[in-house]
Protein backbone atom coordinates (compact mmCIF):
# COMPACT_ATOMS: atom_id res chain seq x y z
CA UNK A 1 0.00 0.00 0.00
CA UNK A 2 1.28 3.63 -0.70
CA UNK A 3 0.39 6.64 0.97
CA UNK A 4 1.31 10.40 -1.01
CA UNK A 5 1.69 12.73 2.05
CA UNK A 6 2.30 16.30 1.04
CA UNK A 7 3.12 19.15 3.19
CA UNK A 8 2.84 22.97 2.27
CA UNK A 9 4.11 25.13 5.10
CA UNK A 10 7.39 26.98 5.33
CA UNK A 11 8.39 26.60 8.68
CA UNK A 12 9.69 22.51 9.89
CA UNK A 13 8.76 23.52 13.09
CA UNK A 14 5.23 24.16 12.34
CA UNK A 15 2.15 22.17 13.04
CA UNK A 16 1.53 21.38 9.77
CA UNK A 17 5.31 19.49 9.45
CA UNK A 18 4.37 18.07 13.18
CA UNK A 19 1.17 16.89 11.86
CA UNK A 20 2.39 15.05 9.13
CA UNK A 21 5.32 13.59 10.78
CA UNK A 22 2.91 12.33 13.01
CA UNK A 23 0.73 10.50 10.40
CA UNK A 24 3.90 9.53 8.27
CA UNK A 25 4.55 7.29 11.23
CA UNK A 26 1.34 5.81 12.06
CA UNK A 27 1.06 4.96 8.39
CA UNK A 28 4.27 3.45 8.24
CA UNK A 29 3.58 1.47 11.26
CA UNK A 30 0.57 0.30 9.26
CA UNK A 31 2.55 -0.83 6.30
CA UNK A 32 2.17 1.60 3.93
CA UNK A 33 5.37 3.43 1.57
CA UNK A 34 4.57 6.46 2.52
CA UNK A 35 6.10 9.20 -0.72
CA UNK A 36 6.49 12.54 1.72
CA UNK A 37 7.27 15.65 -0.25
CA UNK A 38 7.99 19.21 1.72
CA UNK A 39 6.79 21.99 -1.07
CA UNK A 40 9.10 24.81 0.22
CA UNK A 41 11.61 22.26 1.09
CA UNK A 42 12.29 20.72 -2.32
CA UNK A 43 11.56 24.13 -4.25
CA UNK A 44 8.47 22.76 -5.80
CA UNK A 45 7.44 25.66 -8.48
CA UNK A 46 4.09 26.31 -8.39
CA UNK A 47 3.68 28.13 -11.76
CA UNK A 48 1.99 26.27 -14.63
CA UNK A 49 4.26 26.83 -17.59
CA UNK A 50 3.20 28.03 -20.87
CA UNK A 51 4.37 24.17 -22.07
CA UNK A 52 1.82 22.47 -19.53
CA UNK A 53 -0.96 24.67 -21.82
CA UNK A 54 -2.49 20.93 -22.18
CA UNK A 55 -2.46 20.12 -18.65
CA UNK A 56 -1.11 16.38 -19.92
CA UNK A 57 2.73 16.44 -19.08
CA UNK A 58 5.33 18.47 -17.66
CA UNK A 59 9.53 19.04 -18.69
CA UNK A 60 9.85 19.30 -14.58
CA UNK A 61 10.78 16.21 -13.35
CA UNK A 62 9.92 16.65 -9.77
CA UNK A 63 6.39 17.54 -11.45
CA UNK A 64 6.07 13.39 -13.44
CA UNK A 65 7.42 11.94 -9.90
CA UNK A 66 4.31 13.85 -7.73
CA UNK A 67 2.53 12.85 -10.49
CA UNK A 68 3.50 9.12 -10.63
CA UNK A 69 3.00 9.00 -6.89
CA UNK A 70 -0.50 10.07 -7.04
CA UNK A 71 -1.31 7.73 -9.55
CA UNK A 72 -0.51 4.59 -7.53
CA UNK A 73 -1.40 6.03 -3.93
CA UNK A 74 -3.87 4.31 -2.29
CA UNK A 75 -4.30 7.33 0.35
CA UNK A 76 -3.59 11.21 0.04
CA UNK A 77 -2.76 13.43 2.76
CA UNK A 78 -1.97 17.23 2.94
CA UNK A 79 -1.13 19.38 5.43
CA UNK A 80 -1.31 23.10 5.25
CA UNK A 81 -2.18 26.42 7.16
CA UNK A 82 -4.94 28.52 5.87
CA UNK A 83 -4.01 32.48 5.35
CA UNK A 84 -6.42 34.67 3.95
CA UNK A 85 -8.35 31.87 4.16
CA UNK A 86 -7.24 30.32 1.30
CA UNK A 87 -4.46 27.06 1.03
CA UNK A 88 -0.57 28.52 -0.02
CA UNK A 89 -0.38 29.70 -3.25
CA UNK A 90 2.58 26.40 -3.43
CA UNK A 91 -0.10 24.09 -2.79
CA UNK A 92 -2.59 25.62 -5.40
CA UNK A 93 0.16 25.10 -8.06
CA UNK A 94 0.65 21.96 -6.58
CA UNK A 95 -2.76 20.42 -7.31
CA UNK A 96 -2.96 22.50 -10.94
CA UNK A 97 -0.23 20.50 -11.70
CA UNK A 98 -0.30 17.61 -10.51
CA UNK A 99 -3.91 16.71 -10.75
CA UNK A 100 -4.29 16.83 -14.30
CA UNK A 101 -5.60 15.22 -17.40
CA UNK A 102 -4.69 11.54 -17.53
CA UNK A 103 -3.11 11.51 -14.25
CA UNK A 104 -6.24 12.56 -12.14
CA UNK A 105 -9.45 12.29 -14.06
CA UNK A 106 -9.52 11.94 -17.83
CA UNK A 107 -12.86 11.41 -20.45
CA UNK A 108 -13.78 8.56 -21.68
CA UNK A 109 -13.61 7.38 -25.63
CA UNK A 110 -15.32 10.07 -28.17
CA UNK A 111 -15.94 12.61 -25.01
CA UNK A 112 -14.70 16.13 -25.68
CA UNK A 113 -13.12 18.73 -23.09
CA UNK A 114 -16.87 19.57 -22.13
CA UNK A 115 -17.97 16.16 -21.37
CA UNK A 116 -18.36 14.67 -17.93
CA UNK A 117 -14.83 13.17 -16.73
CA UNK A 118 -14.10 10.22 -14.79
CA UNK A 119 -11.65 9.91 -11.84
CA UNK A 120 -8.56 7.99 -12.37
CA UNK A 121 -7.13 8.11 -8.75
CA UNK A 122 -6.54 4.35 -7.50
CA UNK A 123 -6.67 6.21 -4.27
CA UNK A 124 -10.27 5.67 -2.49
CA UNK A 125 -9.22 8.34 0.74
CA UNK A 126 -7.91 11.73 0.89
CA UNK A 127 -7.31 14.17 3.92
CA UNK A 128 -6.70 17.54 4.15
CA UNK A 129 -5.00 18.82 7.47
CA UNK A 130 -5.48 22.40 7.44
CA UNK A 131 -4.70 24.59 10.49
CA UNK A 132 -5.44 28.58 11.33
CA UNK A 133 -5.13 30.91 13.72
CA UNK A 134 -8.74 32.35 13.66
CA UNK A 135 -11.28 31.52 16.45
CA UNK A 136 -14.08 29.22 14.96
Not at 50 to 64: F, H, M, R, Y
Not at 93 to 122: H, K, M, Q, S
Request: net charge negative; glycine share 8%; aromatic share 10%.
Amino acid sequence: MQALSVVAHPTPTSFSHAMARAANEALRDLGYIVNFHDLYAEGFDPIHAVGEAQNIDSTDPLVELHCGQLANADIVLVFHPNWWSQPPAILKGWIDRVFRLNTAYGYPPGAGLDGEPIGLLRANAAFVFNTSNTPL
